[in-house]
């Protein structure tokens, strides 16, 4: 079992990420506040567009094996999580606090992070940069939450 490290949500594209302490998050709809929070026609299920998730040892090693540091916001996921190894949760169902998910896919660093961000990400983070889920029952979301496989 993990625990939530982080929540961040950017209210627009490329926007900065702005660190929350709890957000509510919606099946089909994603973070309220977030710049991909839905609010007309629902995500399609089983695309993994509701929640995104990364590990903070994952930034973590991004300093020490590549000496790129970023913010954990900076990598631009929903959820920093501690403790758990999210490419494990792929295919599975897991929660996070009062949120109910499933594992849809590896979140793989873009070339649009990179941009965002400083050089070497997109290789640096290749492999770990996280999950994307699909909710499938709403709630809230706080710092210090468990994440855990179900």
Request: charge should be negative; proline fraction near 7%; include cysteine.
């Amino acid at each position: 079992m993990g625990i939530v490290e982080g929540i961040y949500v950017a209210a627009e594209h490329e926007a900065p990420t702005e660190p929350v302490e709890r957000v509510r998050v919606m099946p089909g709809r994603g973070p309220e506040g977030d710049r991909y929070y839905r609010t007309g026609e629902p995500n399609e299920p089983g695309v993994g567009r509701d929640l995104t998730l990364i590990e903070a040892e994952a930034v973590e090693g991004l300093a020490s094996e590549n000496g790129i540091e970023l913010d954990l916001g900076e990598a631009r996921r929903n959820v920093v999580t501690r403790g758990i190894g999210l490419n494990d949760l792929v295919g599975r169902p897991f929660r996070v606090g009062a949120v109910r998910c499933v594992g849809i896919e590896p979140c793989d660093p873009c070339r649009h992070l990179e941009w965002l961000t400083k050089p070497g990400v997109l290789k640096g983070l290749a492999g770990r940069g996280g999950l994307r889920a699909d909710v499938v029952s709403g709630g809230e979301i706080a710092l210090g939450d468990p994440v855990e496989a179900l």
